[in-house]
């Protein structure tokens, strides 16, 4: 009985110190665990910089990450630095002066000797091209001008009416003038610097073109096929137009001194015409021209119409005798220049 005794006892002391142990050994796990974790959390609070101004206490912040060397261990590759695109290099668009254009951008007025002449020399709008020294010249006026220079220019046609055009080629084919001009409308160019040259008007050029416009007016109130005509090289109105044209050149041509009272531009207009003296090369043109005309199914005024218009535009305040008028006052306000090439003075 002792024995039985005895060894229940022995079995429950082991059962005893098995489950102590067990217990014993699972609690100090845990309590190891336990401190590994606050272990960890205050190593991670103290790398974390958690200590900084403003961090409340308890909070966890990330450390900011180093982009100085993108292979570092645990850091995030660095960004591509920004790049601004490069700077815009090419030359602005320079905007041409009033009456000028990108060719030639720079407007220059040109030397006028006296008050007077500025109104007639600010009719022709100078532009200039600084790099290559080449200058454009547009005619405002109602008057042809003729260049002085030695040795002569040389003039590029820039801008032309078919008019404009028409009257150049008369004045080769008649053999009025053998130089360079600019009729009224006109726009050339000159590539020779503006100081070694001079532009003047040319009274009896100006007589010239003014009876063709005023001939081709009549035309075009007659038909507008006619003048149409008129820039067909061999047409009957052109060769009118040419004659008669020719004819006031060549009365305006014979007044040894334009700056004189012999010279009245409305008389010489009525010359050429055949109007006041027997001159009749105007009139056997233009008479003949009109019957080829018609024949053609192309009418044009007759010549005594012709003269008719012209008779009633050269009083008061008609257009020949505002034209004839304003070319006097331009060769007075240019007189200086114009005598300073001219031998009619």
């Known amino acids: 009985m002792d024995s039985i005794i005895h060894e229940l006892g022995r079995h429950r002391a082991e059962k005893y110190l098995c489950d102590k142990y067990l217990r014993d050994g699972i609690v100090g796990r845990l309590l190891a665990v336990g401190l590994v974790l606050i272990l960890a959390i205050q190593v991670s609070a103290c790398n974390g910089g958690g200590g900084g101004s403003g961090g409340g206490q308890g909070d966890v912040q990330q450390a900011p990450q180093d982009y100085s060397g993108s292979g570092s261990r645990g850091s995030a590759p660095a960004p591509a630095p920004y790049v601004p695109p490069p700077p815009v290099t090419t030359a602005a668009a320079v905007l041409p002066d009033t009456g000028c254009d990108a060719k030639w951008p720079r407007r220059v007025r040109p030397n006028a000797q006296t008050a007077g002449e500025l109104k007639y020399v600010d009719l022709i709008i100078a532009c200039v091209n600084d790099s290559t020294g080449s200058l454009s010249l547009t005619n405002n006026s109602d008057m042809v001008w003729v260049f002085q220079s030695t040795p002569p220019v040389?003039?590029?046609?820039?801008?032309?009416?078919p008019e404009v055009t028409a009257f150049h080629e008369m004045a080769v084919a008649t053999r009025l003038y053998a130089y360079s001009f600019m009729a009224p409308t006109e726009t050339i160019s000159v590539s020779s610097p503006p100081s070694?040259?001079?532009?003047?008007?040319?009274p009896d050029l100006s007589l010239a073109?003014?009876?063709?416009?005023?001939?081709?007016?009549?035309?075009?109130?007659?038909?507008?096929?006619?003048?149409?005509?008129?820039?067909?090289?061999?047409s009957p109105v052109r060769q009118a137009i040419w004659d008669c044209s020719k004819a006031v050149y060549d009365a305006s041509m014979k007044v040894p001194k334009v700056?004189?009272?012999?010279?009245?531009p409305a008389e010489l207009l009525k010359e050429g015409l055949?109007?006041?003296?027997?001159?009749?090369?105007?009139?056997?043109?233009?008479?003949?021209?009109?019957?080829?005309a018609a024949e053609a199914a192309t009418p044009m005024p007759p010549?005594?119409?012709?003269?008719?218009?012209?008779?009633?535009?050269?009083?008061?305040?008609?257009?020949?005798?505002?034209?004839?008028?304003?070319?006097?006052?331009?060769?007075?306000?240019?007189?200086?220049?114009?005598?300073k090439f001219s031998s009619r003075c």
């Open 209 to 234: 073109w003014t009876l063709q416009s005023f001939a081709l007016k009549q035309v075009e109130k007659k038909a507008v096929a006619a003048a149409r005509t008129y820039l067909t090289s061999g």
């Open 274 to 292: 055949g109007m006041t003296k027997s001159s009749v090369t105007c009139a056997q043109s233009w008479k003949t021209a009109a019957q080829r």
């Open 259 to 264: 700056l004189s009272s012999q010279y009245d």
């Open 196 to 202: 070694t040259f001079e532009w003047v008007i040319n």
């Open 154 to 161: 040389t003039l590029s046609q820039e801008k032309a009416a």
């Open 303 to 339: 010549y005594a119409q012709l003269t008719t218009e012209a008779e009633t535009a050269l009083k008061g305040g008609g257009e020949l005798a505002q034209k004839s008028t304003g070319l006097l006052e331009g060769l007075a306000a240019t007189a200086t220049k114009f005598c």
